[in-house]
């Protein structure tokens, strides 16, 4: 499996984004897919997975701002992400497990100015 992130950018506060996971398989044949992020300094942390049921949980810190879907014609796994702030400034990565397998995607990096 391979995973191609992408979307990131130097943005402001308050701003939108759009990152995009695209898988090199079918992502329903994931057991889940998930983004992760790590800021300066800090360690990776989950933001949001999402099973292959269609079950997604979020990172309290981005609950109501930050959305995952998915589709599955580009097999892609998207994160919007709104109202970003100077905390969520990090490289965001994506995650896929798959028959006990894990795999990441290379990380795009989200950079927010104050």
């Known amino acids: 499996v391979q995973l191609q992130a992408s979307g990131g950018g130097l943005v402001q506060v308050g701003a939108s984004l759009r990152l995009s996971c695209l898988a090199s398989g079918s992502i329903f044949s994931m057991s889940d897919m998930g983004w992760y992020r790590q800021g300066p300094g800090k360690e990776r942390e989950l933001v949001g997975i999402?099973?292959?049921?269609?079950?997604?949980n979020y990172a309290d810190s981005v609950k109501g701002r930050f959305t995952i879907s998915r589709d599955g014609a580009k097999n892609s796994v998207d994160l919007q992400v709104n109202s970003l702030k100077p905390e969520d400034t990090a490289v965001y990565y994506c995650?896929?497990?798959?028959?006990?397998?894990?795999?990441w995607g290379q990380g795009t990096l989200v950079t927010v100015s104050s």
């Open positions: 999402i099973t292959s049921s269609g079950s997604i």
């Open positions: 995650k896929a497990r798959k028959l006990f397998r894990t795999y």
